[in-house]
């Protein structure tokens, strides 16, 4: 990402697309990203080239380039599978579009966590939900859930290993740090580079 300095209010670059979407404190949207109806936590960050729609994004995620959350479905069981029958309007078949269509793709929207790692071109399909503290490696298509801080890799995307031990996956989870305001997260920033000193510190 660029090395301007962030702050409350989010940072877009002027070539990124934002429709009926939400940006949290200290966000950043990358060169020729599109969000449409989706939401992106305080201190998340998408690179450029993203597509992202129908998609909630926890707060310090880390999206790198080219992915693509939630991208469109054809509908296989129509006649014909191209986008006329839903985008009828466009092609000059009807007067409007099949609203019925784009609402369904809204009734199947991803799910982000909390402080997680997607790698760069990972597609993550319709319905999808990806757990807290989580890693999606690079090219990987995800079709099933991710678990919270697992680490998950490949075509169809499956699990290399976990994180951490269910020990301290169980108490960062029950902490839930990416909730404490700024002024704790200042207060509290070093720890965050020593996991054994901040479990001790937070993690009762």
Not at 75 to 102: N, V
Request: proline content about 4%.
């Amino acid at each position: 990402m660029s090395e301007k300095m962030l702050g409350p209010h989010p940072t877009v670059h002027e070539s990124a697309k934002i429709k009926d979407s939400t940006l949290g404190a200290w966000t950043e949207i990358g060169a020729h990203t599109s969000l449409v109806e989706s939401s992106v936590g305080d201190y998340s960050y998408l690179v450029q080239f993203c597509q992202v729609i129908y998609t909630t994004i926890g707060k310090f995620c880390s999206i790198a380039s080219y992915v693509r959350l939630n991208p469109g479905n054809h509908p296989i069981e129509r006649p014909t599978s191209h986008h006329m029958t839903y985008r009828a309007k466009q092609f000059g078949f009807a007067s409007a579009d099949d609203e019925d269509f784009f609402n369904w793709r809204r009734a199947h929207p991803v799910t982000i966590g909390h402080d997680v790692w997607i790698g760069h071109s990972v597609t993550v399909m319709p319905g999808v939900s990806i757990g807290n503290g989580a890693v999606i490696g690079t090219g990987a298509v995800v079709t099933k859930d991710v678990a919270p801080y697992s680490i998950v890799a490949g075509v169809a995307a499956k699990p290399i290993r976990q994180r951490f031990s269910d020990e301290v996956i169980d108490k960062l989870e029950r902490m839930q740090w990416w909730n404490w305001s700024r002024e704790t997260l200042e207060e509290r920033f070093l720890d965050l580079r020593n996991m054994e000193l901040f479990l001790e510190k937070y993690g009762s």
